[in-house]
């Protein structure tokens, strides 16, 4: 490992002692190779491993999707049975939501919240590897139904009593509702971890109207996922409770009411959309105005829409049961409640498409990926309005149309956003630019895809195709050329097309990691705290704390008015700040140090939760992992004592452990 | 630099917490009494009322709430607002609340 | 003064962090995990309000609610919230004998509400109420038994800040620890407040 000194501090070997807790089990101070990684608490390392597993179910769920659009390319399609078709349409979405949408955003909020508010890592270090390794383990459990009987088939929304034991008899929804219930519980975690990190943890100066339009839009997104969560895991626990220990909440026969279920995931569901969306919308904040070369239009009001929309969020739930049976007065609320919130949706398109207006427009891939969200988003959008007027969504309500819908708003919205935030950040992150060329292919192949998969959806909806039907037949495809056979044809070949421009990012990535070109500090000349860093930053982020005096406060330190011309001069480059911080910097920063028990209780978790499948022996052991990795937590110190890392040096100055390379 | 500020001097003395647990044992043996009293149309929002006055206080008292940032108190009014919203909601498109 | 050192000290142990609010990360947490449990509580409590008369099989809970018992319960437990505040002004005194010995009496009063709890569950699966039996036995066993649960989980909390206090091995500022079990137990209380309420008081 490499000992890194403060400035000026005389070369003093160093000594490492680790201290042991509970009399027995030394804290890991080793940082290096695959330890460096999980035993980690640096949120960057964090967000990167976010990054990794999200990715991998993007592709997952991107398979299950191809799978999907093969069955439907030709009538009487043999690639999926009925069954297989249930599990695959279950699992694509369970995936993407859960393990991919989730997560990604949760890569780059673990990675850039801290920096954009100058901070050196979240509030509670440990707590955050926790989430990420529950999130894996989560996954694991999920998956794993794969492999032991069959995938959960009731679809991502499970209603019962159809995911009762009665009609969903396989393990598979089990492994779901476990598999949900412990990422759940990582992302309350989390939740709470950076709601504190963004109360507590700003740079001085940094009031909350201060911070950049994606760390708000993080932060709203935590609110909605610390109050939306406990009601999804009533419903799962409920659900749980009648599938392994035969209590009767979904059983008709008893006098239940299906809808019970309904309001609990939905009551939890709607508030997920906006979790889904808020951080595209976050990113595309920071890259519109940078590639503008104007600040954000009317940034007020993006923040303040950003918290409508996320308190709004929490009254609509029940236009997705419009078709229920509620009745005519509560469809009638719910309809004007969703209808009212697509202002402040529409509020923040309106200060995109202004901040564009007369700005220096720089044709960047991540800029095209944020004009092709506002673009894509606001399809999605306005069919979102026509499902809120509650007799055409009568008609629309279980058909394709709505499959376009979400995934308009999703793929074109949150997708791309995503897809914005890699080509603006890879640089800050890896320290090399993904390569522009490779990036338009990727930006076209995937606009002209989601256009070609997702646009005849609207067709095929008000066509009559229902969703989750796992085949179709000439016969009942209609009349005409253009029916639900071509239609559904020229879906599957765009969801090809689309699959092909993701591959090219993928190709970017591993091209751009053996061969892509060095990144400067601050390619895009950008406006917020994080560019303040080196590439990649320092474990530290900042050698000096810095004092806010601006929002873009890194812009009005490049920038500064001219008195005479009244336009921006600048007086600084990227690099030139950095180095002056580095001049300056402060000579005892503590780092949280690295610790097993986030990962050990993660562990412990899962194994629990495989008990309630496998009995109760395996609960026991679960129990006691989750018990013992809890008291050496408590009794762990969040920074390793002094005596972990030093004798003092002789200018009283501290050293730290830090990676190497 | 400004550390931690909470300050535990105001708030109440360990007396002023005992004369509130005593009123809060009152208002529980009034609650217990409408099981064996009859107390007509008041029944309901009697005990309602004594419900939350016993939440409130030990929330504004026991958990030092009134004496602490009103940021906490948004973070916890917050949620509990919200349930209190969406559920009364839900039971409401139930017909829970229609006689 | 004596006291003006300690509480120096206090603040020195926390590695003089500062916080752009002045407040603790550790307590701004705890209030939004507690804000995050009224919808969890919420959930259930509204399930068994939907469900507590639909008894397809089994007693009504008009027949099987032993008031008089239960109400003696909730006493004990709104005393041990007296008792966790009592600690929590000892912790803050730096008063180590006096904090064990009101977190003892609070882990004392909240086991006994554990084992009447125990001891109603018992007796009304012996009266023919089961967690399989009704809606009704369902609902109510899963409330009354998450918030059991969550009671224990309490005491646990209890006892080992107890033995942590004793062995000196308190990683970040004694009180607060003290304060922060404290506003998960009071939080405790409280949900038993509705549901005492809410399931017993108010006839289905």
């Known amino acids: 490992m490499a000992i890194i000194e403060r400035p000026g501090a005389a070369t003093t070997p160093v000594v490492v002692t680790p201290t042991q807790a509970l009399g027995a089990v030394k804290r890991p101070v080793e940082t290096k190779g695959w330890k460096e990684w999980l035993f980690t608490v640096d949120h960057k390392k964090i967000g990167i491993m976010y990054g990794v597993v999200a990715l991998f179910f993007f592709i997952v769920g991107g398979v299950e999707a191809l799978l999907i659009r093969l069955q439907l390319a030709a009538p009487n399609g043999t690639i999926l049975s009925a069954d297989q078709y249930n599990q695959m349409f279950t699992m694509h979405a369970t995936t993407m939501v859960f393990l991919f949408a989730m997560p990604m955003a949760g890569a780059f909020a673990n990675y850039f919240l801290p920096l954009q508010i100058g901070a050196r890592d979240v509030a509670f270090p440990r707590l955050n590897a926790l989430s990420l390794w529950l999130l894996v383990v989560g996954g694991i459990v999920l998956n794993a139904s794969w492999f032991l009987g069959g995938a959960a088939d009731g679809g991502w929304f499970m209603y019962a009593p159809n995911s009762g034991p009665v009609f969903s008899p396989s393990h598979g929804v089990d492994f779901w509702v476990l598999g949900l219930q412990v990422a759940g519980v990582a992302s309350l975690i989390g939740s709470i971890n950076l709601i504190v990190t963004v109360l507590n943890m700003r740079a001085p100066g940094m009031s909350m109207m201060k911070m950049p339009v994606f760390t708000w839009m993080i932060l709203v997104v935590q609110f909605l996922l610390v109050f939306s969560l406990p009601v999804i895991t009533v419903a799962l626990v409920l659900l749980m409770l009648q599938r392994s220990y035969g209590a009767t909440f979904f059983d008709v026969s008893q006098g239940a009411d299906p809808l019970l279920w309904q309001h609990l995931f939905w009551i939890f569901g709607h508030p997920e959309v906006y979790v889904l969306v808020l951080p595209a919308f976050g990113i595309i904040s920071e890259v519109l105005p940078t590639f503008s070369r104007k600040p954000l239009f009317g940034y007020p009001f993006v923040v303040f829409s950003g918290a409508s929309i996320g308190l709004v969020g929490f009254g609509v739930w029940a236009h997705h049961m419009f078709a229920a049976g509620l009745g005519p007065v509560s469809v009638a609320v719910f309809s004007i409640a969703t209808m009212a919130i697509a202002i402040p949706t529409g509020v923040k398109i309106f200060n995109w498409l202004l901040t564009m207006w007369g700005g220096k427009i720089w044709y960047t891939t991540a800029m095209k990926f944020a004009i092709g969200l506002v673009m894509l988003f606001t399809v999605g959008g306005l069919s979102g309005v026509t499902h809120a007027i509650a007799p055409s969504d009568t008609q629309q309500t279980d058909t394709y149309y709505i499959v376009a819908h979400f995934h308009y708003v999703l793929f074109g919205g949150m997708v791309f956003g995503l897809f914005s935030g890699f080509y603006y950040w890879w640089p800050k992150v890896f320290g090399k630019m993904l390569n522009e060329k490779m990036g338009s292919w990727n930006f076209w192949l995937m606009v002209i895809g989601m256009n070609l998969t997702f646009g005849p959806m609207h067709i095929l909806g008000l066509q009559g195709q229902p969703r989750r039907m796992y085949i179709w037949t000439e016969a009942r495809a209609g009349e005409g050329f253009f029916n639900l056979g071509f239609w559904n044809l020229v879906s599957s070949i765009g969801s090809f097309i689309l699959a092909v421009g993701v591959l090219i990012f993928l190709i970017n990535v591993v091209y751009t990691a053996r061969k892509g070109k060095q990144a400067p500090l601050d390619p895009w000349d950008a406006r917020t705290l994080e560019w303040l860093a080196t590439s990649p930053p320092k474990p530290h982020n900042f050698d000096r704390i810095p004092v806010v005096h601006h929002l873009d406060e890194f812009f009005h330190r490049k920038y500064v008015e001219d008195a005479a011309t009244h336009t921006m001069k600048k007086v600084a480059e990227g690099e030139d700040l950095v180095r002056a911080e580095e001049e300056a910097a402060e000579k005892d920063i503590h780092l949280p140090s690295p610790s097993y028990w986030p990962i050990v209780l993660a562990t412990g978790v899962g194994v629990l939760g495989m008990g309630v499948v496998y009995g109760v022996p395996i609960m026991v052991v679960g129990a006691a992992i989750v018990l013992f990795a809890s008291y050496g937590w408590v009794l762990e110190p969040s920074v390793a004592e002094t005596i972990d890392f030093e004798p003092p040096s002789a200018d009283g100055s501290t050293k730290e452990i830090a990676p190497l390379g | 630099m400004s550390e931690t500020t909470e300050h535990h001097d105001h708030g109440m003395s360990d007396a002023g917490y005992i004369k509130i647990a005593l009123i809060l044992a009152a208002i529980t043996a009034l609650e217990v009494s409408t099981y064996y009293v009859d107390f007509g149309p008041l029944f309901m929002p009697s005990l309602m009322i004594m419900m939350v006055v016993k939440f409130v206080m030990v929330v504004s008292y026991f958990m030092h709430l009134k004496f602490d940032s009103k940021i906490f108190s948004f973070l916890f009014y917050t949620g509990l607002a919200l349930a209190l919203f969406v559920y009364f909601a839900a039971l409401a498109t139930f017909k829970f609340f229609i006689a | ?204």
């Not at chain 3, 086991?111 to 809606?135: D, K």
Request: glycine share 10%; aromatic share 12%.
């Open chain 3, 1 to 204: 003064m004596a006291d003006t050192a300690l509480h120096a000290a206090d603040h020195a142990s926390d590695h003089g962090h500062h916080s752009s609010t002045g407040l603790s990360n550790n307590k701004l947490a705890m209030w939004l995990f507690l804000g995050s449990e009224c919808l969890l509580f919420g959930g259930l409590i509204s399930t068994y309000m939907l469900y507590r008369g639909r008894v397809s099989d089994g007693p009504h809970p008009s027949q099987i609610y032993d008031i008089p018992f239960t109400s003696v319960s909730s006493f004990v437990l709104l005393m041990s919230s007296l008792t966790m505040v009592l600690a929590v002004t000892s912790a803050q005194r730096h008063d180590d004998r006096r904090t064990n010995l009101w977190l003892t009496v609070t882990a004392v009063l909240g086991a006994t509400f554990v084992g009447g709890q125990v001891y109603e569950f018992t007796t009304f699966i012996r009266e023919g109420l089961g967690f399989t039996t009704s809606l009704f036995g369902s609902s109510f066993y899963t409330l009354t038994g998450f918030h059991g649960v969550h009671v224990s989980v309490g005491v646990i909390f209890l006892l080992s800040t107890m033995g942590i206090i004793k062995k000196n091995k308190i990683t970040g500022n004694k009180a607060e620890v003290v304060e922060l079990v404290g506003l998960y137990w009071h939080f405790v209380d409280i949900v038993w407040i509705i549901i005492f309420t809410l399931v017993y008081l108010i006839p289905a």
